[in-house]
Nanobody
Framework: VQLVESGGGLVQPGGSLTLSCAAS????????MSWYRQPPGKDRELVAS????????NYADSVKGRFTISRDNAKNTVYLQMNSLKPEDTAVYYC?????????WGQGTQVTVSS
């Protein structure tokens, strides 16, 4: 099982980034997918989630209207489009796959928002 995040980097406030999480080794389309983040010195927190068929999404209040989670089950990939980025969005971003008792995490990708 692998979840590999990519797309992180350094961006100026107000900018945009799109994170990708490529999955392998399990039946991706059956799993709910989520993005979490862990800011420096803080606990990991849920950013956004999407159901297995993509019919329902959920967002943290802090990112509503700015971030969009989506998935492509044909490509075994989940995305996080991040717009209007703020310095407080700086964190390591992780993707997570869950199906009943099965729970997988990626290794994370760093997003830094700074001028």
């Amino acid at each position: 099982v692998q979840l590999v995040e990519s797309g992180g980097g350094l961006v100026q406030p107000g900018g945009s980034l799109t994170l990708s999480c490529a999955a392998s080794g399990f039946t991706f389309s059956s799993y709910a997918m989520s993005w979490y983040r862990q800011p420096p010195g803080k606990d990991r927190e849920l950013v956004a989630s999407i159901t297995s068929v993509g019919g329902s999404t959920n967002y943290a209040d802090s990112v509503k209207g700015r971030f969009t989670i989506s998935r492509d089950n044909a490509k075994n990939t989940v995305y996080l489009q991040m717009n209007s980025l703020k310095p407080e969005d700086t964190a390591v971003y992780y993707c997570r796959a869950r199906l009943r008792w099965k729970d997988y995490w990626g290794q994370g990708t760093q997003v830094t928002v700074s001028s």
